[in-house]
Each structure stands twice: as structure tokens, then as C-alpha cells.
């Protein structure tokens, strides 16, 4: 017994197999397009949606001995692409016709919380810090399906920040991990950029303005930039968008009892925030989850672990409403 999943959100083309009764990852294989979108310095949809046409039935026919024993199929059907969601959803509702079978359709950020279950027990609650490229948002995560935002972001998120600096900087795309590897070998006291939302109140995230800091030093530095004023930029920027995240969930910590806290997302990959994240945890005594490194990026296992909690609990959706509307507000 066991459910398909797949994911095509942005620039990944995955599929898994997940076993519903023991949760383990039976079969998964993800094929990244990071390398194509590179020379762009960022995802264009409409290629990633050709790309995801041609990788996705490749993986699938690797998966075929598995289908005789599908239960379910799983798809990502919002927020994301529109473009690249359908060609996911148009595979997963081709599977269910053929082989007669239910589709559980999956919210992308639903399935980058239970990027923390992969192959383990379900853990609720948990507040839980997201930081994609499309989003940054701390959540109250009650329960299956009981997902309260206790913060946002204003503007951009904070995995796009970290794009958009790389791309400054001539880095290419994606630029997380190339910010943080430079980050590695700079001074990141060299640059005093201001911590966003510092006096205010208000318990979001902005970091447009942290973005156009960077910007301006840039600028500043004109055509002299060595290489090792590009790692202290890198540096010096990692550590302000960090202590933006961890200023505000000091306030979150302070009004709320947590017990649990877990950081999820393509950008919870970063090791200088696990670690400032995990200072913070220590100092408030709760306990800090994290996913694998592997499944912090997007992937078609989080999204089949999602589905065996749905497929326990009997939630599957109907075929008119898989295609989610583009206007949807998540
Ligand atoms: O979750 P994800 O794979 O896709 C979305 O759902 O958006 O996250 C991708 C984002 C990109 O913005 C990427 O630059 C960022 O996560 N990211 C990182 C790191 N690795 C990936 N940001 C900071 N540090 C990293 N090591
Ligand atoms: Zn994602």
C-alpha cells in the first residue's frame, strides 16, 4: 500500500513513493533545474514548464513496478508557478484515471512542514520558521491541517534576498548556497547594515530595504570590488537577514510557551542560521527540529509524507478542485 507524490512547484521535477503503514521513502529521485535558469539569475516559467514535460515521465517510468500497489496519487497544486504546478497536476490526474485511484492534492508549504516527517512520526504542535524563496512565515502548526501564520513577510522573502544579492554580485542563481559558501570566508562585522523593523512593534519581515542596503554598498565599492569585499558583503548580509528572523521570533518566544520549534524550507538549509536558531532554542530550553539537509529544498517525499496523514484521515479531493485558481490567497 502505497501513494505516488509529485512535485513540480517551481524548478525541481520530483516523484516519490512512500509506503503509507511504515511511512518509508520507497523510491525518490528529484531532477533539479537550477543549472538551466543560471544564466537567466532566476526561474523562467515558462522554460521550467517545458523542462518539467520532459523530466517528470522520465522519472515516472522508473516507478512503474511500484504502481500495482498505489493507493493514492499526490500532487503539489498550490502556491507555486501556475505554468509548472499543471504539467504535475496534469500527470497526477492522467495516473488516477488510469489506474482508478483518489488524488490527495497537497499545499507546497503544508509539504515543506512535513519535510520534518520524512521516514518518523508525525510531531504536533510545533512553531515552525519557513524561509523558501517564496515565502517567510512563522507558524503555529496545531495539527494535521490546523496551520495558524503567526508572521509574515512584508515584501520579499528571505531565500530571495539571498537571490537577489547573488545576483548583485554577479553570483548566478540559486544564491543561497553561493552567499553562504562566500559568507564562509568573509568579515561579517565589516559592513553594518540596519536590522529591518528594528524599532517597530510589528511582529513581520521585510527585507526589500535590507536588500537595497546591500545595493547602495555595492554601489559604493563601484568597479574597485575585490573578491574579498564581495565575501564580507556576503557575510555581513547573512548575518543582519538572520538576526531579522531571530529579533522577531524573540518576541514570539516571549509571548508564547514553545516547546517545539522547527525550521523548514529551502533556506533552512543554511548553516549559520541553524545555528543562530539553535542558540535561540537553547536559550528559551525548547527543543529545535530540523529536516534533512536533502529535503529542505523542494521534493516530491514531503509531499507523499503529507499524503499519508491525509490518506489516514480519508482526505482526498475532488477532481474539479485540483487545479487551484492562480487568484487563490494562501
Ligand atoms: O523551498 P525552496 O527549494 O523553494 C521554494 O519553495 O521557494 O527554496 C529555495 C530558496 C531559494 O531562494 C534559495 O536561494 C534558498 O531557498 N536557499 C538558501 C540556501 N539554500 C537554498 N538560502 C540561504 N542559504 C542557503 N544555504
Ligand atoms: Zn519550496
Redesign the pocket.
Known sequence: MMILSIES??D?SSIAITEIATKKLIYHKKISQELDHAEYGGVVPELAARLHATALPKILEETKNYHKGLKAIAVTNQPGLSVTLVEGVAMAQALAISLSLPVIAVN?LHG?IYSLFIEKETLFPQTILLV????TQVIDAKGFEEFEILASTMDD????S??KVAKMLGLGY????V??SYAKKGDRDRFSFTIPLLHSPKIAYSYSGLKNQVRLQIEALGEEMSEQDRYDICASFQKTASAHLIHKLKKIFKQRSIKDFAIV???S??LY?RSEIEKLCQQNGANLHLAALKF???NAAMIGRYAVDAYQKECFTPFDKIVSSPRVKI
Open positions: 512547484s517551481c525541481d507546497h515543506h523558501s524563496g517564496g515565502h522573502s528571505f531565500g530571495e539571498f537571490d540559486p544564491g543561497g548556497p552567499v553562504e524550507g529551502g533556506a538549509a543554511n542560521l529542505c529544498s523542494d
